[in-house]
């Protein structure tokens, strides 16, 4: 008899492993419709990474991991929270105000940004969770809209608080002094160091997991996720929890923008990359709402960034071709998940049925 | 005329899941023109049976055939076609449509949309005596009709074998009269109805054939000249049929639960006013079984709600065991100690997707064992959990098992062990014993028994008037959201009940 654990972790790893060839045959058809030569694609996107590239796509993947979190907090509560965008926009510009201005010395400056950012986050997605629960105003409408405002809102405060970095027409917040950063790492004897805030980030996944799997707040907002109705009944308040569960999904939202921020720019400019909190929804679908499965599609999806890079000097292809199958991913996983989850659901009716087969036979002896 | 070929022939029928062996060789010929009935424990597998009948769910084994046809069903519009149509317990109607707008949905290449199929509406009203107005709107049809529409639905179609999964649950003595009537019209015009039922005198009062179950196979098809329900009931489960008796009298003069005055307003809207409650009045002792009678949506699922804290809109004053509950969130009064098993166990009672052992926690989170410092102890959590499920007798492979992946009378057990565990001081009981077995209804009579003789104070709604008679102290009816008559159990009989809840007579 085989261990069904095993098999459970077999069929665990099964599913994801089957979306990726999914998603690499379909891309693959995409790279032969258009002409472009396959196998040079692959083996250029699929290569062993160097580990300059290494640290590059940790440091992508700590930033993915968070917006991923933060999708996540809202899908266990069905609040799809399409503004991690705008609130890690926000969170990051007071953060990098507010270590700017040093009123604290080293350390607790850096503490005191954070915290910071998280309330910026958490108060910008807060507008959407009390529209939600007092209005009934869609989350997904609602922070659509608060994306663009965040964008024009910062921008315009930029614009007063700014200084003018030298020889550039770039305009950005003040520095962050020295003793307030977070140190990095190197991995071997690379030029790109590793963001110290990859350990901040691995914490904001056990924290989230212990959260929502321990504890009788997680246990209301997953109630809540699976049926209003019953967790009415149980006693849960739904408007209040969806508040929450906004507030929370724009805290994690808060620490989006602060890797880079502590780890290598030291200011809010002109520069700054957006765009990751959709990148968050699609690593939270891959993930599965898991801390550690978000963590496997962040750096998944960092691998498939850094690699694609030279595809365009290289083969004269797009790196564009990656986000297809990132994309792709997204829907072959949803896919693979029932397809493997219906082969397991079979393969434990065979055991019921052997079971049930050696009984009789021990009843006709 | 004998026809040969049956209208449905059902031949070693199997179905697994996992940790469970639903049905295994399952064998039903049902004749044409006959009403066959189904009975069997909870989890027996009827359910399961029906849903394979009715292509909801493939067959792992076995074959199917319908009027002497081998079939092979992967949907219900399969079905539908091979003239096989079914209606679950849970109505699917959108309330906001007309009768004649729900008819059509999804069929409207049958007859239209228009008078062909108003017409045809009505000639299939007409033709089964179901009485139904095709521009009614569905909200303003009660439980009864609104059974009788889907069954019309199903007509429409062209079904030829109607499916009824546990029809009489949810309706009142009149209405499982008015059912049955429908039924025999049907089988008088050659069609064939299958139906399932816990209701075991009704089984033997309208069925032409009975097929017991017993662990997912069949065990014997007998005929029900022949058999007593008492007879029927040894042969589902081995055990004999019990009755609700009250014992002697345990109220007591503390008041448990005082309701004063409580009103809900109806509905916004112009011409809309009547209230849903009106001025509602009442106290419950400790150790008193307080019945209400009436016809479903006359008001008791409002009544219970506003006493949970579920209706903002209610006025009134509540108090429980001398606290007043009006200021109180629904987790502050459950705190107080209120257990609650909900009317629709589905949409109020069960986290569905979720493993049993949540399904425990679910309206207990901060009670003990399980609940320190804002954490939830899961082991102490299972450990509970399996403790009801021996002492509740709940079916099924493990506390990790979806709540789904449970029968509907399985579920049903859960809730009740969950509410009445945590010694409450009041228990909040709809319909306490729908959908559960003779044997299980019998042994959650007892665990209501038992309670009530150390103290429990009891609101018991229930559509099942014997149960009601049999566990109640005292027993008022609801009717439009007023209380309009007090009944001594003890001499009160179902007629003389059934007729107050319709208005028709009674003490005013
Ligand atoms: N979707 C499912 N997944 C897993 N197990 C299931 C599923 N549906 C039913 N079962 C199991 O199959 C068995 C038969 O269930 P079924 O619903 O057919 O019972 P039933 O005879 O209708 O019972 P009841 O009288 O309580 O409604 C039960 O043990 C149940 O737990
Ligand atoms: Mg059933």
Redesign the pocket.
Known sequence: MKDPRLVKLGLGLAAPVLALLLAFLITSLVLVVAGDPVGEVWSTILGVPEERNIANILNNATVLYLSGLAVAVGFRMNLFNIGVDGQYRVAAFVAAVVAGEAWLPGAANTVLAILAAMLAGAAWAGIAGVLRARRGVSEVISTIMLNFIATGLVAYFLRRVAVREEGSNDIGTKEIPEGSRIPGFSIGDGPTEVYGFIFLAALAGFVYWFVLNRTRFGFDLRATGRSTTAAVASGISVTKMTVVAMLISGAVAGLVGLPLLFGDSYSYGSTFQSGLGFAGIAIALLGRNHPIGIAIGALLFAYLDEQSNPLQILVGVSPDIVAITQGVIVLTVVISYEVVRRYGVRLEQHAVARALEADRQEARA | MPDVAPAVRLRGIGKR??G?I?NDDINIDVARGTIHAIV??????????MKILYGVQAPDSGTIEIAGEQVSLSSPADAIRHGVGMVFQHFQLADNFTVLENVVLGAEKLHGIGAAARAEITRISDAYGLGIEPDRLVEDLGVGARQRVEILKVLYRGAKVVILD?PTAVLVPQEVDELFGNLRELKAEGLSVIF?S?KLDEVLSVADEITV?RR?TTVATVDPAGVTSRQLAELMVGSELPSPSTESSTVTDRVTLHVADLSLPGAEGPGQGRPLLDAISFDIHAGEVLGIAGVEGNGQAELVEAIMGMRPGATGSIRLAGVDLDQLSTRRRREAGIGYIPEDRHRHGLLLDAPLWENRVLGHQTRKPWARLGLIDRKAARADTERIVADYDV??PGVDTLA???????QQKLIVGREMSGEPILLIAAHPTR???VGAQAAIWGHIKDARRAGLAVLLISADLDELIGLSDRIEVILRGRMVGSFDPSHVTPEQLGSAMTGAGGAV
């Open positions: 899941f996992p469970v639903a069997g424990e909870n989890g027996a597998g009827k359910s399961t049976l546990e399932i816990h179950i997912g079916r099924t789904r992946a449970l029968s509907g009378g399985n959908g559960v077995d």
